[in-house]
């Protein structure tokens, strides 16, 4: 049951921190211009979204009930821990540095995966009942 629960909920989120490692390594990564000033601000804030929301599904299921809430925070904690060390790694990359504004971004994005993966249940207990 643990492994189920690890390559279900777990992995992903693993994975995802790998992609973000990755982008955050290449030198003189450019995001596309969409015609938006803070185009940068956006990829942070919806790589962060993603992120966030991969966690807090990792540490609610993953978890027992009795330790949910508590689990939440944690998954929190550590997205933001984790976009911390991200934009302190992006310091040692050529062409890359690090930013505050980077950083709040990430944590607005943070904030909204945790509201989505809710919401994104909520939809999904509805469907379940459905075809119960």
């Given at each position: 049951?643990?492994?189920?629960?690890?390559?279900?909920?777990?992995?992903?989120?693993?994975?995802?921190?790998?992609?973000?490692?990755?982008?955050?390594?290449?030198?003189?990564?450019?995001i596309?211009d969409?015609?938006?000033s803070w185009?940068?601000?956006?990829?942070?804030?919806?790589?962060?979204?993603?992120?966030?929301?991969?966690?807090?599904?990792?540490f609610y299921?993953?978890?027992?009930?009795?330790?949910?809430?508590?689990?939440?925070w944690?998954?929190?904690?550590?997205?933001?821990?984790?976009?911390?060390?991200?934009?302190?790694?992006?310091?040692?990359?050529?062409?890359?540095?690090?930013?505050?504004?980077?950083?709040?971004?990430?944590?607005?994005?943070?904030?909204?995966?945790?509201?989505?993966?809710?919401?994104?249940?909520?939809?999904?207990d509805?469907?379940?009942?459905?075809?119960?």
């Amino acid at each position: 049951m643990m492994k189920k629960r690890f390559f279900l909920y777990y992995l992903p989120a693993i994975l995802y921190a790998g992609v973000i490692f990755a982008l955050s390594s290449m030198k003189n990564l450019h995001i596309p211009d969409i015609g938006i000033s803070w185009s940068d601000k956006i990829a942070h804030f919806m790589e962060y979204s993603i992120f966030s929301f991969f966690m807090v599904r990792a540490f609610y299921y993953g978890s027992s009930p009795e330790n949910r809430k508590r689990n939440l925070w944690i998954a929190i904690l550590l997205s933001l821990l984790y976009a911390a060390s991200d934009e302190f790694h992006q310091i040692y990359v050529p062409g890359r540095t690090a930013s505050v504004s980077d950083w709040m971004a990430d944590s607005v994005g943070i904030t909204l995966g945790y509201f989505l993966f809710f919401y994104w249940k909520k939809i999904e207990d509805r469907f379940r009942h459905f075809l119960a």
